[in-house]
């Protein structure tokens, strides 16, 4: 079969094609985007016609998914690890009602933060829903292990939780093809008991699934995922995912004769695990993210042979890499320490030309004349309004979060209130809080910085492209009161004028300042002229 040079994010498109989906579905998010754009991108995912769009959010992503399942096909479903928390409900619900095509979840987390406003651990959702967990160690084995999640997750009747993390959806590495399936028939499940999750139901399939556990763990004791690389002495480790390839590396660099438990299916294969544990006094657990895992073995008393995050073996926060990972193994050379000084660091700038940059420089020109400034911010390129020379916003917390926030605070008192915030996470979820401030008449002043594009992600379609004024009027913003202006240098008069008025209003205003992302234009410019 054919080899390529994959990124993971790749190697997990391919690999879904080539296991036979019918769709994918994925609201944009770092570092899961590059899924989704693979399968949009492929010929061989249009020949075949499977079904891909950006959903509105990652609940609505998953909820069609569940539908494509139910449906009897299989379905991919791809967001980044902040984004399983939007489809949070989704997500456990579907693990009480099971599916009935492959489901595969794919969740790519940020240790590290390198974009996301925090580092939460997948697996530790995976465990709260009592669902399998796979978490591949290398490209080649995220492409195998795709294959094997779909079979996984038909022959369980359960969605199967998919973990990566950032080095590994961006890094490159030689990935080799398996034959391709074909799609499943259309096959809707006749099980209506399965997925009405009546009380009656929910309970039955509560207990079905708990029942499930003991398979699932028996599938993780022979699982390809899992398993022992012999070494000797009293020393040992427990690699988690990512964090397998990150010991192995150091291992074969320093030739060290060192016992290996690699993990990379939950839930833990327990009899592989006290085989291991039993044999040695001393055992590092490398885990990517939270010391989940190390927590669990330790036990309440604080086991003391387990070493890792908890005591300060590894760091507590942050990625882990071959460097750390030597350090805890105890190795001195600084073979894993030299950064390489083509790597310089970057720090994060809106773009020249941005229009969101006209934007605050309207909104700092009128809060000169105010001697408070509460500009409740949200996540998109615009959150770098935080930085200088705008210092222009004061929070950001999650998607969406600006206008419920600027509602509770002018609820509060507080006035102006007022929210920034973009198209794409507009429609993502700030449309149900600005109902909700409609309903409430909360004076708030919604500046919707509409570049027409999900541009932080790479320029993904945004769902209220062209549609942002009549949603707001559907919802019941008063027509006077939804304003627009475009963000140029030569309006900053004019739409300062137009921010003014609606800052005084004391109730909902929607002020949409529409001008294309920059980028995405001159993307789309070079598109046009290759053709
Ligand atoms: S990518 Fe687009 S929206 Fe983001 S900073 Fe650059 S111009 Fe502005």
Same mark, same amino acid.
Not at 92 to 103: D, E
Not at 175 to 204: C, T, Y
Not at 488 to 508: F, M, P, S
């Given at each position: 079969?054919?080899?390529?040079?994959?990124?993971?994010?790749?190697?997990? &498109?391919?690999?879904?094609?080539?296991?036979?989906?019918?769709?994918?579905?994925?609201?944009?998010?770092?570092?899961?985007?590059?899924?989704?754009?693979?399968?949009?991108?492929?010929?061989?995912?249009?020949?075949?016609?499977?079904?891909?769009?950006?959903?509105?959010?990652?609940?609505?992503?998953?909820?069609?998914?569940?539908?494509?399942?139910?449906?009897?096909?299989?379905?991919?479903?791809?967001?980044?690890?902040?984004?399983?928390?939007?489809?949070?409900?989704?997500?456990?619900?579907?693990?009480?009602?099971?599916?009935?095509?492959?489901?595969?979840?794919?969740?790519?987390?940020?240790?590290?933060?390198?974009?996301?406003?925090?580092?939460?651990?997948?697996?530790?959702?995976?465990?709260?829903?009592?669902?399998?967990?796979?978490?591949?160690?290398?490209?080649?084995?995220?492409?195998?292990?795709?294959?094997?999640?779909?079979?996984?997750?038909?022959?369980?009747?359960?969605?199967?939780?998919?973990?990566?993390?950032?080095?590994?959806?961006?890094?490159?590495?030689?990935?080799?093809?398996?034959?391709?399936?074909?799609?499943?028939?259309?096959?809707?499940?006749?099980?209506?008991?399965?997925?009405?999750?009546?009380? &009656?139901?929910?309970?039955?399939?509560?207990?079905?699934?708990?029942?499930?556990?003991?398979?699932?763990?028996?599938?993780?004791?022979?699982?390809?995922?899992?398993?022992?690389?012999?070494?000797?002495?009293?020393?040992?480790?427990?690699?988690?995912?990512?964090?397998?390839?990150?010991?192995?590396?150091?291992?074969?660099?320093?030739?060290?004769?060192?016992?290996?438990?690699?993990?990379?299916?939950?839930?833990?294969?327990?009899?592989?695990?006290?085989?291991?544990?039993?044999?040695?006094?001393?055992?590092?657990?490398?885990?990517?993210?939270?010391?989940?895992?190390?927590?669990?073995?330790?036990?309440?008393?604080?086991?003391?042979?387990?070493?890792?995050?908890?005591?300060? &073996?590894?760091?507590?926060?942050?990625?882990?890499?071959?460097?750390?990972?030597?350090?805890?193994?105890?190795?001195?050379?600084?073979?894993?320490?030299?950064?390489?000084?083509?790597?310089?660091?970057?720090?994060?700038?809106?773009?020249?030309?941005?229009?969101?940059?006209?934007?605050?420089?309207?909104?700092?020109?009128?809060?000169?004349?105010?001697?408070?400034?509460?500009?409740?911010?949200?996540?998109?390129?615009?959150?770098?309004?935080?930085?200088?020379?705008?210092?222009?916003?004061?929070?950001?917390?999650?998607?969406?979060? %600006?206008?419920?926030?600027?509602?509770?605070?002018?609820?509060?008192?507080?006035?102006?209130?007022?929210?920034?915030?973009?198209?794409?996470?507009?429609?993502?979820?700030?449309?149900?809080?600005?109902?909700?401030?409609?309903?409430?008449? %909360?004076?708030?002043?919604?500046?919707?910085?509409?570049?027409?594009?999900?541009?932080?992600?790479?320029?993904?379609?945004?769902?209220?492209?062209?549609?942002?004024?009549?949603?707001?009027?559907?919802?019941?913003?008063?027509? %006077?009161?939804?304003?627009?202006?475009?963000?140029?240098?030569?309006?900053?008069?004019?739409?300062?004028?137009?921010?003014?008025?609606?800052?005084?209003? #004391?109730?909902?205003?929607?002020?949409?300042?529409?001008?294309?992302?920059?980028?995405?234009?001159?993307? #789309?410019?070079?598109?046009?002229?290759?053709?």
């Amino acid at each position: 079969m054919d080899t390529q040079l994959l990124l993971g994010a790749e190697a997990i &498109a391919l690999a879904a094609i080539d296991a036979g989906i019918s769709g994918v579905y994925a609201y944009p998010g770092t570092p899961s985007t590059e899924i989704t754009e693979y399968i949009q991108q492929s010929p061989i995912a249009r020949q075949k016609g499977v079904h891909s769009t950006w959903a509105t959010n990652e609940k609505t992503a998953y909820e069609a998914a569940l539908g494509m399942s139910y449906a009897g096909k299989r379905s991919l479903v791809c967001m980044k690890h902040v984004g399983l928390n939007v489809a949070a409900d989704a997500f456990l619900n579907s693990a009480i009602t099971g599916v009935n095509g492959g489901m595969v979840v794919v969740v790519a987390d940020d240790p590290s933060m390198h974009s996301s406003q925090n580092e939460q651990d997948t697996r530790v959702y995976g465990k709260f829903a009592f669902l399998p967990v796979i978490e591949p160690s290398n490209q080649q084995e995220t492409y195998d292990a795709i294959r094997y999640a779909f079979d996984l997750s038909e022959q369980q009747n359960l969605p199967v939780l998919f973990r990566v993390t950032t080095r590994l959806s961006h890094s490159r590495a030689v990935v080799k093809q398996q034959p391709p399936r074909e799609e499943n028939i259309l096959n809707p499940s006749k099980e209506k008991r399965k997925w009405i999750l009546l009380p &009656a139901n929910a309970r039955n399939n509560y207990q079905q699934l708990l029942e499930k556990q003991t398979t699932l763990a028996s599938l993780s004791e022979q699982s390809f995922l899992n398993k022992t690389i012999a070494g000797n002495g009293t020393k040992a480790i427990i690699a988690f995912g990512i964090a397998y390839n990150y010991v192995m590396e150091v291992k074969q660099a320093e030739n060290l004769d060192i016992p290996v438990l690699k993990i990379s299916q939950y839930p833990l294969p327990d009899k592989l695990i006290k085989e291991f544990t039993d044999k040695y006094d001393d055992i590092l657990i490398a885990e990517e993210g939270y010391p989940a895992y190390e927590e669990y073995l330790k036990g309440y008393f604080g086991n003391k042979k387990f070493r890792g995050r908890l005591d300060g &073996a590894l760091p507590r926060t942050g990625e882990l890499s071959p460097d750390v990972v030597a350090k805890a193994m105890g190795v001195e050379s600084d073979t894993f320490r030299t950064i390489p000084s083509i790597v310089a660091g970057r720090p994060p700038m809106l773009c020249q030309g941005c229009s969101h940059r006209d934007v605050f420089d309207a909104l700092n020109a009128i809060f000169a004349e105010y001697p408070e400034q509460h500009v409740f911010s949200d996540i998109g390129c615009y959150t770098l309004g935080a930085l200088p020379p705008f210092n222009a916003i004061n929070t950001c917390v999650d998607m969406g979060a %600006s206008v419920t926030m600027a509602k509770g605070a002018a609820d509060a008192g507080l006035h102006p209130a007022v929210a920034v915030i973009g198209d794409s996470t507009f429609t993502h979820s700030g449309i149900t809080g600005l109902l909700d401030a409609v309903n409430d008449k %909360s004076a708030i002043t919604l500046i919707i910085s509409d570049n027409s594009t999900t541009a932080m992600t790479g320029g993904q379609d945004s769902a209220g492209t062209g549609k942002l004024a009549e949603i707001c009027k559907g919802i019941g913003v008063e027509e %006077s009161h939804i304003r627009t202006f475009v963000p140029l240098k030569k309006n900053h008069d004019e739409n300062v004028i137009i921010l003014k008025e609606e800052l005084e209003y #004391k109730g909902v205003s929607v002020i949409i300042a529409q001008r294309e992302c920059v980028q995405t234009a001159s993307r #789309k410019k070079r598109q046009e002229n290759k053709k």
